[in-house]
């Protein structure tokens, strides 16, 4: 497998978990819990970003081979925040860890993390 | 000269595939491809258009004309002049700022998908001189995008790529089978342990196209759900119906982006091109393996265009309704 593959691969991952959190939200919406439009639009714009630096990691594949490891530990990280969001409450009280670990992936696709 | 004749017997007794309209179903797929985003980057222009303006209506708060970055100044990064709110005047998503990169990836594919075309579809010499010509630019400058994006990953450096043109005393049918057969065959071999040129582009192409498609799926959510909000049960049955329609086409559009594959469409392109390497190669085998490739990229791509290009008209939204 290239390079490119396992980037879009972990960028499916990490895509997956908030979609999974969005999800969750959307459903805590309907039952009448607030405040869920704004973690799902926090969540969906996070999981643009995600898909547009991978993107860009696509074109700029030979800088990427050394942040493998990395990318699937912000990944692993993602997926622990998410396991707590598992109420209401407990989606707004994680959101921002959420949002800020799969900030992590941005600057290891672009090569700095 | 008794040999010449017998080579020249068995060379129109081969009778060679043209493969014209598997080559001109193929081309339609990747022009699908190329309209689905430059439609799809209009289409979330105008999300996030629409999304601000329904914003702006919402709040009726302190809204502002761009100043700084595009209204009263050059604008080298594209940023479209436009009412905002909030502190931060709105910049260009990571999405649009690679649009350029984007744009010169599909025209590199399309490029070459012309040129197939034009190649299978040379009438006379002249006709197939030119397309030969336009053939070999087109699989070198496939070849050099593909090396940008992952170096090594075409067996020829792009300015060797020659496919041979006429050979004095050969039928044009053999002269276009075997160039379309050398050009497809640059495109699609791929390096040891690497991925062919056309599977390097076309996948960026795709990782590109599912980052539109991402960008458009937010910019459709943060639509709907200031449109849900203004569902007040207190309006008039018509505002009501008209406000209810107006969310029901967002989330319309929405489904149908969310349900277009952009992996899917790339992999299909790939699917087709190894195809018609296979059937060039053994047209007897391979053919009705390569009328499906094409036929199943062709239906993807379209299927793809249409859900990228779609825009919601709101016009109650827009007015306040």
Redo the contacts between chains.
Sequence with gaps: MTTTDDILAQRDAATAILTAKMVAANDFMNKGAAGMDDVINALAAQRSLLAAQAYEAALDDPALAAALAKLKAVTKEMNEVAKKMVSAAAIIGNVNGLVAASSKVVPVLKGLG | MRLSWLLLFALAACSPYSFSNEVAGFSRGVDDLSSGFTEGFAALAADHAATAQLEMIESRANVKVKRTSSCLTPDPNAIPCELYIGDAEPTL???EQ?RD?TMS?VAVLRGYAHALMAVTNAADRAAYDAAVTQLSESVGALAKNAD????GASIVAPAAVNLAGWVVGTALDQQRFESLKAGVTAAGTAPPG??SPIA?VA??LG??L??L???R??AL??EA?ILQ?RLDPSLSDSDYGQRLSDTQAVLAVLDGVRQADP?AAAKALVDAHDALLAAINDPKRSYASLLQAVSDFADRAAALQAALAAAAELEKAKKGG
């Design positions: 998503s990571k999405v690679l990169r990836a940008a994006v992952a170096p690497g991925k390097t996948q960026a990782a590109g599912f980052a498609s991402q960008e799926q937010t959510i943060a759900a909000r992996t």
